[in-house]
């Protein structure tokens, strides 16, 4: 019996000292990320007054960009989404919608609100796809081109676009999302003022939910209702705005919004395109990327900018917020599994030495771990075999700083770009942020737990999150 | 036990308040940032109701004493506060630039933006050192950067000429911002005297003695420059490194292109463009080692006034790169290039091994009108390769040519129209066609079935008669359904 309770102890023990330790790295890291984003995100913005994006829109060599809207199912959105691409400020644009087989009305909506002709065409892939089935234009808007073909995924009709598209760089766009009028001329800003070879530019993903929209464009910003979707306004302002610019900031970008993002057109067909074994391409091609340009010797950057906006639909009940975070964090194992000779591989660098190891660690395992710690440490304090102080930490790490995280997200966000300018959204926010670790992480980390079992189990299911039509 | 977690427990407890009132100092901080901001917008607005009509009468060409008074008493921050939008996106227009200017002069503003450029170079005195003796450079300050990229941003929306040698010298200071936005200014002022140290400059960069700005920051700034200056190109064009010349070709083509843009026949004479450019681009950048170049040195042979010129872009048509060929052929769309020798060329390409450059010189044959079109047409009609004739089909579709061969055919129009046409009609997928024949208007319509329809009679007894052209006969049934689907 004795022995049993030695066995047990010495187990928790061990545990313990594994959740401690993922606190103090993940709590450790983000404290790091949120400092250095402070500072760069402010200057950011005070730079933004000389950017110079007239003389990026009126440069014959600003290089052209085509905007690809991967559609599967998406008859609410895809309309307001395309026109909203359509509008977009860019000297040089090309827009392609890919329908990946829909058996809704998404083809017969964007053929009718367009007037779209079916047209003759040629398809040379680089990167094999399943087949198309047709090609539509309208003459009178040229740089429009719709592609219906057999279904195949997100990535297969992502690569399907990079096929059809011919300037240098593309732009993946889902079809939920709106961009902002400059979002792209913002984006491409780091790609043409940069000595280096930039092959990746992202922006700010920014939640339209509670947001008042018109013909594809943004018009009002506001919070959005419900308690669910404020929560993840603060998620997503921690995310971006501290989280994507720190690992910028360190050269360990891992991870760049599939929603919205350009890419270097031949960097991304010379490293493969995206993968299909992963239920995140897009975090699955940047690794992917960080792979090639190590194994082919190529010097490559990657750049994260704050300022060029797109506006996504966020989930707005549980059930679609289980299936988008359980496939975020199978996604996230799968690549992590499928690329983890990067994991303190020299040739990497930061990626694989700090960026990869925290978000194999912290990210990936660290939804187990902490899921399991809710668990075990009150256990272990009922059986007497976790000291009370221990509990004091725990909820020190896993609440209280969590908080002070996150009111460090809210804080950046009204130091720089304001978007929520009313001081009662500035006083929703912060009461969010100060309450998201009590109650809203927790859920979150029950979603992300039930992926990790997903991934251990083989899943490789896609769960489709549907829209409740703030772009509609 | 106990006695060893009691410091462990007291330590968590202090951190866990640290960390408490740490959260409470961010959301204090939150909320006075707020407010600050608030005040700050408030009283922007107010200098903005007080000051923006004076302003803008001044801006509309009518000066006034009073006016100019009223806004010199003002303190200079709040000056440059007032003026501020006026010099972001979009702010200004070009045609209240020079009205601007002038205010700005009156105003001190120019002055003060000029010294904030020569002030930042100078070496700020050690506390308890005589002034100016320090040799160790100053460490300006974030303001400090941001007020001065401000100051070179004003300059070159005012587009002052005076100005550009402060500019130049920027280019040297130590934070890329102030290179970057120095360069966007040089490139609005485009004052000539300032070319050639660009272009040292952007030697320098690619030779790797110098990192920033970005080549292609250079190069975007070197071709706003007028054409005239394009003489102190030469160096870069003879250079021996590849990179170099390639750099130099392409600043050349943006700035001719740009220039033809606006006129029609436009023609690279000898006033605009140095001998020397049109001889090394004849001779030696045509034959370049580097296909970028061959290709952008096309693009610029174009609007040669040399009758050599013709030659060399018909060889450049055959060159052994696909991606020379596609940059050569692209550049014939312009109808002084619709001789037969060139035309001849170009159809040549329609044979091409690479798709792009079959696509360009179709595209090239389209716009070169009638005679190019013809041209594409009668390729069409013998070609026997299945390939490019659906390729064709594809550019014309996509043209929007189907439309006004479907009308022209309703018309009477003959020749090789009508036959292209009727070609169109018993392929075996004349999507373009039904797509065209459903959205035109119904009078078109009639009449083109009018026409269409005996002929497609005809080929239908043909067909019956030799099953093997079945197949090709199905996208002809299609059309047939034309008049029930019309009456439906």
């Known amino acids: ?472 | 036990m106990g006695s060893q977690t009691e410091p462990v427990t007291q330590w968590a407890l202090t951190m866990l308040v640290c960390v408490l009132i740490g959260t409470c100092l961010l959301i204090a901080v939150a909320l006075f940032r707020h407010r600050q901001q608030n005040r700050y917008s408030r009283y922007l607005r107010s200098l903005e109701s007080n000051y923006r009509p004076i302003l803008a009468t001044l801006l509309s060409g009518r000066p006034t004493a009073q006016g100019i008074n009223t806004l010199r008493a003002l303190p200079l921050a709040d000056l440059e506060l007032l003026f501020d939008p006026l010099f972001s996106v979009g702010g200004v227009g070009q045609k209240h630039v020079a009205v601007l200017q002038a205010l700005c002069t009156e105003l001190g503003l120019i002055q003060l933006w000029q010294h904030r450029l020569t002030a930042g170079e100078e070496p700020k005195a050690r506390r308890g050192s005589p002034r100016g003796t320090s040799l160790r450079p100053p460490a300006p300050s974030l303001l400090h950067l941001l007020l001065r990229a401000k100051s070179i941003r004003n300059l070159g929306v005012l587009r002052h000429q005076p100005s550009w040698p402060l500019l130049v010298r920027a280019l040297d200071d130590p934070h890329p911002d102030i290179q970057s936005v120095a360069l966007r200014s040089l490139a609005t002022i485009r004052a000539p005297g300032s070319f050639p140290a660009l272009v040292g400059r952007l030697h320098t960069v690619v030779l790797g003695k110098s990192a920033s700005p970005s080549p292609r920051a250079l190069k975007a700034a070197l071709a706003c420059f007028d054409l005239t200056c394009s003489a102190a190109l030469l160096s870069s064009l003879r250079h021996p490194h590849r990179r170099i010349r390639f750099l130099g070709t392409d600043i050349l083509r943006v700035m001719v292109c740009r220039d033809a843009a606006l006129e029609s026949d436009f023609l690279l004479r000898s006033e605009v463009c140095s001998p020397g450019i049109a001889e090394i681009l004849l001779t030696n950048l045509c034959r370049d080692r580097s296909a970028e170049v061959r290709g952008r040195a096309a693009e610029v042979i174009a609007f040669l006034a040399d009758p050599r010129a013709t030659s060399v872009l018909y060889k450049l048509l055959f060159d052994p790169l696909w991606y020379v060929r596609l940059r050569a052929v692209r550049t014939l769309a312009k109808p002084r290039h619709s001789t037969p020798y060139l035309l001849l060329g170009i159809r040549d390409c329609l044979r091409d091994s690479h798709w792009r450059v079959r696509e360009a010189a179709m595209q090239t044959l389209i716009s070169l009108g009638r005679r190019g079109r013809q041209q594409l047409y009668e390729h069409f009609l013998t070609s026997q390769d299945q390939a490019t004739r659906e390729q064709i089909v594809e550019v014309i579709e996509r043209s929007g040519l189907m439309a006004s061969l479907v009308e022209g055919y309703g018309e009477g129009a003959g020749g090789v129209e009508a036959l292209i046409v009727e070609q169109f009609a018993s392929e075996a997928a004349p999507l373009g066609l039904s797509g065209v024949l459903r959205m035109s208007n119904p009078d078109v319509r009639q009449k083109f079935l009018e026409r269409f329809l005996p002929v497609a009679h005809f080929k239908m007894q043909l067909q019956e008669e030799t099953p093997l052209e079945a197949s090709a006969g199905m996208g002809l049934q299609q059309v047939l359904e034309f008049p029930s689907v019309l009456a439906a």
């Not at chain 1, 000389?50 to 060599?61: E, I, N, T």
């Not at chain 1, 909203?84 to 809704?104: C, F, K, M, N, R």
């Not at chain 1, 897009?282 to 190590?294: E, G, T, Y």
Request: hydrophobic share 45%.
């Open chain 1, 1 to 472: 019996m004795s022995s049993l309770r030695l066995f047990l102890k010495d187990s928790i023990t061990f545990f313990n000292l594994l959740i401690l330790s993922y606190f103090f790295l993940g709590n450790g890291i983000y404290t790091i990320l949120m400092l250095l984003s402070l500072r760069a995100t402010w200057i950011h913005t005070r730079r933004l007054a000389y950017q110079g994006l007239d003389a990026l829109r009126g440069s014959p060599l600003t290089p052209p960009v085509t905007i690809l809207i991967p559609a599967w199912n998406e008859q609410d959105v895809i309309v307001n989404s395309l026109r909203s691409a359509l509008q977009v400020d860019y000297p040089e644009l090309g827009v392609i919608v890919v329908d990946d087989g829909s058996t809704d009305l998404t083809l017969d909506r964007l053929v009718e609100s367009f007037h779209l002709l079916e047209m003759d065409g040629a398809y040379r892939p680089s990167i094999p796809t399943a087949p198309i089935r047709a090609f539509y234009m309208n003459p009178e808007i040229p740089n429009l081109l719709v592609v219906s073909k057999v279904r195949g995924g997100k990535p297969d009709a992502l690569n399907a676009g990079i096929n059809l598209c011919r300037s240098p760089y593309f732009c993946n766009l889902d079809a939920d999302c709106l961009l902002e009028r400059d979002a792209l001329l913002r984006l491409m800003d780091p790609i043409v003022n940069s000595a280096a070879e930039t092959v990746v530019s992202g922006g700010i993903v920014r939640i339209l939910n509670g947001c008042e929209t018109r013909n594809g464009r943004v018009t009002k910003v506001g919070l959005p209702p419900r308690v669910l979707e404020r929560f993840q306004v603060v998620e997503y302002l921690r995310s971006f705005l501290f989280g994507r610019t720190g690992w910028h900031l360190l050269g360990g970008t891992l991870i760049v919004s599939g929603a919205f993002a350009v890419f270097h057109r031949a960097t991304v067909i010379e490293a493969g395109g995206f993968c299909h074994d992963t239920v995140t391409e897009d975090m699955d091609l940047i690794v992917q990327l960080h792979h090639w340009a190590a194994d082919n010797n190529r010097k490559i950057r990657m750049s994260f900018t704050s300022d060029p906006v797109c506006w996504t639909e966020c989930p707005s009940n549980l059930t679609m917020l289980a299936r988008q975070r359980r496939r975020w964090q199978l996604g996230l194992c799968q690549t992590l599994w499928k690329h983890s000779e990067i994991l303190f591989g020299r040739k990497y660098g930061i990626v694989g030495w700090l960026s990869f190891p925290f978000h194999s660690y912290v990210e990936g395992l660290g939804a187990a771990a902490e899921f399991l710690g809710y668990l075990l440490v009150p256990l272990g304090i009922l059986l007497g075999l976790v000291p009370p102080f221990f509990l004091v930490v725990f909820i020190l790490l896993g609440f209280i700083y969590g908080s002070f995280l996150s009111v460090g997200a809210v804080l950046l966000e009204e130091l720089t770009y304001r978007r929520y300018p009313r001081f009662r959204d500035l006083l929703t926010l912060l009461v969010f942020a100060m309450f998201e670790n009590a109650g809203y992480r927790q859920l979150i980390l029950y979603y992300r737990f039930q992926g990790v079992l997903k991934f251990l189990a083989g899943s490789r299911r896609w769960e489709k999150v549907a829209h409740a039509g703030a772009n509609a």
